[in-house]
């Protein structure tokens, strides 16, 4: 059997990428970004607004794929809380078409934002004390102008061909808040800012320092941007001068150097991660932390590698769960701070809080942890002030896939340490700033490591299946079984010979190749086949695989010749797996070939 016609038999299990997609494998994406900045004298974080920096933004995405729309959205607020975060989602999930389940809202905590928290405004609005924190009419105006947003951007959504991902370091922005001493116990608190010199001399401690970049394209033009680093996103704060502040000043450097892509930014798990070794407070440090910031995004953003995707990419899952509620939360006590006219109002709205996420507690509450698969690339969706081990450990859960987090989802239990860090001391563990109890790192640790075990194992188990396949085309090859051969192969199949420049059905060259089997089989000519990948993508019933083989022949005269030939494959699988399209690209050499070992 000649070469070219038998390379062609291999690659008939080989499938191409070019094959379109079906109505249900077409992935699309909507952007949305509307304004989100309180008008003057409304409250945020620490004071009333008395002027606008920059403004702030509700920003995300919707994947529409095979199954319901997905949403994301990043608020540039210091948090979204309890029933708030209910009602968001819920207005969110009916805009986009979905569930609120299939939600993941995300504050990115400048502290110069609104909160929004009906559950405690509520509380203190029987006091008659809730304007002095919260602007519930500000907040609903906000989630309605977000409801409009989503309902154009679906009806203008655009198709989706590759999904990119990159990383980077960033240099000089994160460091640890939370310096031990040799007791092992919080010696010195960092903070977001820092002016003493011993102090800022402290190592950083233990950070995330890179910078991860989804990018969603049609071709080879970008439509959004999802950035993920783990940092208190503050330079300065305090007195009512609304910004999105440096992160959010990154982010608009980053979408002027790419006019018309959507840039969404979530912070990942920096609740005892901030700027402290870098940032003296200081307005001048704010443009530099943001241009650091930038440049990490920048350098992650040259890194992205490309890769095909389409809707039956998308994998979506949700973890339920019961965070332990710190025992110092008792209702009478926050009762009695709550009545106390004398109390300070920081006070009385700490109670506020601590008792919203009581009684959503008491109420039988349930957390959603959720997990975006995208193929190449993982991202878990968590609630409150996660500390920075979260975030390390999930990237460790699934070390060959890059693992984004998106932590301030619900804001309502406050910080979230490990177990250890409980008997350590220092702010973020205090009665005072974290409502949930030691056990929660077991809690979160388990949730997360099950979603993203469950993507492995799907995926771990459909390599094993295509393992097997490529396997049974090798035997065929070798002993010649052309009806075994056969068996591998979609009756609607298509050969792209890329070399030669032709594509016809599948059916007409297994008629050509027929009389090669049997000269194998007779043992006329001798053939084997083997196959390395460079990549493997796709679900349990879709795969698009890329790589080469090596197709050795050796005739009567003994005479052996090898091919090597970059390939690609796609195929589809109802009971049992047939090669749909094969895609034959170019020759390749022996080195490259040993290269994929």
């Known amino acids: 059997m000649r070469y070219i016609s038998m390379s062609v038999i291999l690659l008939l299990w080989l499938c191409c990428f070019a094959l379109p997609a079906r109505g249900d ?141 990159g990383k980077a370091r960033v240099e000089k922005v994160a460091s640890n808040r939370r310096i031990l001493g040799s007791d092992g116990r919080v010696r010195v608190m960092r903070w977001s800012s820092c002016t003493d010199p011993a102090t800022i001399d402290e190592p950083e401690g233990l950070i995330d320092p890179w910078v991860r970049l989804l990018s969603f394209w049609e071709g080879d033009e970008a439509i959004a941007m999802l950035s993920y680093y783990a940092t208190h996103p503050m330079s300065h704060y305090g007195q009512g001068d609304v910004s999105a502040d440096f992160v959010g000043m990154a982010r608009s450097l ?8 959507t840039h969404i930014h979530f912070s990942g798990a920096g609740g005892n991660i901030a700027a402290g070794k870098y940032n003296d407070g200081s307005e001048k440090m704010r443009p530099i932390l943001a241009q650091r910031l930038a440049d990490g995004m920048q350098r992650a953003w040259q890194s992205t590698v490309k890769t095909p995707i389409v809707g039956s990419d998308i994998r979506w899952r949700v973890k339920r769960v019961r965070l332990p509620i710190g025992r110092h939360l008792v209702e009478p006590d926050l009762l009695a701070i709550l009545d106390d006219t004398n109390a300070e109002a920081t006070k009385r709205l700490g109670a506020a809080s601590h008792l919203a996420w009581l009684q959503r507690h008491n109420s039988g509450h349930e957390t959603e942890i959720s997990c975006l698969d995208l193929g190449a690339a993982s991202v878990l969706h968590l609630p409150g002030e996660l500390f920075v081990e979260y975030q390390i450990a999930a990237q460790a859960f699934k070390p060959d896939s890059m693992v984004c987090m998106a932590a301030y989802g619900d804001y309502g239990p406050g910080y979230i340490g490990t177990e250890i860090s409980y008997a350590q001391g220092g702010y973020e563990t205090s009665p005072g700033a974290s409502r949930v109890a030691p056990q929660v790192e077991g809690v979160l640790m388990a949730a997360m490591k099950e979603l993203l075990d469950k993507g492995q194992e799907t995926g771990q188990q459909r390599l094993k299946e295509l393992d097997a396949y490529w396997s049974e085309v090798s035997r065929c090859v070798n002993k010649g ?75 009567a005269d003994g005479n052996t010749v090898r091919d090597y030939i970059h390939f690609e494959a796609l195929l589809i699988k109802k009971k049992d797996w047939k090669i749909m399209m094969e895609y034959q690209k170019s020759k390749a050499t022996e080195e490259e070939w040993n290269k994929l070992k």
């Open 481 to 555: 079984d052309f009806e075994g051969y056969r068996a591998t192969c979609h009756p609607d199949g298509v050969l792209v010979a890329g070399t030669r420049s032709e594509a016809y059905p599948l059916a007409i060259a297994l008629m050509k190749w027929q009389q090669g089997f049997i000269d194998t089989k007779s043992g006329k000519i001798k053939a084997s086949v083997s196959f390395r990948f460079s990549q493997r993508l796709g679900d349990e019933t879709t795969a698009h695989e890329t790589g080469m083989f090596l197709y050795s022949t050796v005739n």
């Open 254 to 261: 980053c979408e002027a150097k790419y006019p018309g892509l």
């Open 25 to 165: 494998e077409t992935l699309r994406i909507a952007t949305f970004n509307v304004d989100a900045t309180p008008p003057i004298g409304s409250p945020v974080a620490y004071a009333l607004t008395r002027k606008i920096d920059d403004s702030l933004s509700a920003r995300g995405i919707v994947l529409m794929g095979r199954d319901k729309p997905i949403v994301l959205c990043a608020v540039d607020w210091i948090g979204i809380s309890n029933s708030g975060h209910d009602q968001w989602r819920e207005a969110l999930a009916r805009a986009a078409g979905t569930t609120r389940d299939r939600v993941a809202l995300h504050a990115l905590h400048q502290h110069d934002g609104p909160r929004c928290d009906f559950a405690a405004a509520a509380l203190l609005q029987q006091r008659g004390m809730e304007t002095e924190h919260f602007d519930i009419p500000f907040a609903h105006q906000t989630i309605d102008r977000c409801v409009k947003a989503i309902q154009e951007a679906v009806a203008h959504a655009r198709p989706v061909t590759h999904l990119g991902v």
